[in-house]
């Protein structure tokens, strides 16, 4: 299944109201890291991984991220004379082809991927949530292909602290060979003291269409809404389920000091901006 995977669901209909008052006019997904957009980091992750149709899974409101993919004549006419800022404006619209589809009502990932069903069609696709924003070379997505088996699913994992697991979506895995685990089941925040692994559910997955299926016939869970997780659990049924621990730093982009820290260790991972960050960061420690 890896080997054929061209296209990847990008979820982005949620409301962001982690970053309010800024979300009411500027969607999550565009706040940047740095000169970039968070949205504009997975995609590369996508291209990087050899897929070249992103579906972007949207809400009503949020039609600057269409706007953010479309070619821009009239800036790049501006820009003619300056081939670096040229190239940056050209550089979103070129990592993959990107369309649209709308989920007009906010009734859970499960359902958001459900409705991505006709753009992907009959063919295996990788799910990729905008918040987890994955830094290494090559990308989680391109490790998870080399490792997740054929006919296999599998799902991008990251080990945390005991005292903190309850947090999160967990696997329970069967056995395991390096950082690839067979996963057995899945839970969704257990109580503390119960959970089975403290391998935490990473926004990446490889998945077949059959999960469609499985989507369809998912009731409500958690907050009356359709989890992608309990989908996942019909799956397992008839398709195995691995769990891949990625290599590489996990940024939670989902809330706004994660956010700021992930602009701030790529500032000082570029070499046109590390001399800048780092004066910058000293000059703040020291009035500390």
């Known amino acids: 299944m890896p080997a054929a995977i061209r296209k990847a669901v990008i979820p982005a209909a949620g409301l962001g109201t982690r970053f309010l008052p800024v979300t009411r006019s500027v969607p999550k997904e565009l706040l940047p890291i740095l000169d970039r957009p968070m949205l504009q980091y997975v995609v590369a992750e996508a291209a990087e991984a050899g897929i070249t149709d992103v579906i972007v899974v949207t809400s009503?409101?949020?039609e600057g991220i269409a706007e953010y993919f479309r070619p821009r004549p009239d800036l790049e006419e501006r820009l003619a004379d300056?081939?670096?800022?040229?190239?940056?404006v050209r550089s979103g619209a070129r990592l993959a082809n990107v369309s649209f589809v709308i989920?007009?009502?906010p009734l859970g990932l499960g359902h958001a991927v459900l409705t991505a069903r006709d753009a992907v069609g009959d063919e295996p696709f990788a799910v990729i949530l905008p918040d987890d924003i994955i830094a290494?070379?090559?990308g989680a997505l391109s490790q998870m292909m080399a490792a997740t088996p054929d006919d296999a699913a599998s799902v991008a994992v990251e080990r945390v602290p005991w005292e903190i697991v309850h947090n999160y979506g967990v696997v329970d895995t069967e056995s395991s060979d390096d950082n690839l685990h067979l996963v057995r089941g899945l839970v969704e925040k257990?109580?503390?003291?119960t959970a089975p692994s403290n391998l935490s559910i990473v926004g990446r997955y490889l998945l077949p269409a059959a999960v469609f299926d499985c989507l369809e016939r998912t009731p409500p869970g958690a907050r009356n809404e359709i989890q992608l997780t309990d989908g996942l659990a019909l799956l397992m049924e008839d398709t195995p389920l691995y769990a891949c621990e990625f290599q590489g730093i996990r940024y939670d982009g989902g809330n706004p000091m994660g956010l700021l820290r992930a602009s701030l260790e790529h500032a000082l991972q570029r070499d046109d901006t590390r001399e800048a960050a780092?004066?910058?960061i000293k000059e703040l420690a020291a009035q500390l």
Not at 82 to 88: F, G, R, S, V
Not at 190 to 193: E, I, K, Q
């Open 82 to 88: 300056d081939a670096a800022l040229l190239e940056k």
């Open 190 to 193: 257990p109580p503390p003291g």
């Open 103 to 105: 989920q007009e009502e």
């Open 136 to 138: 290494h070379e090559p």
């Open 278 to 280: 780092t004066a910058l």
């Open 60 to 62: 009503p409101g949020k």
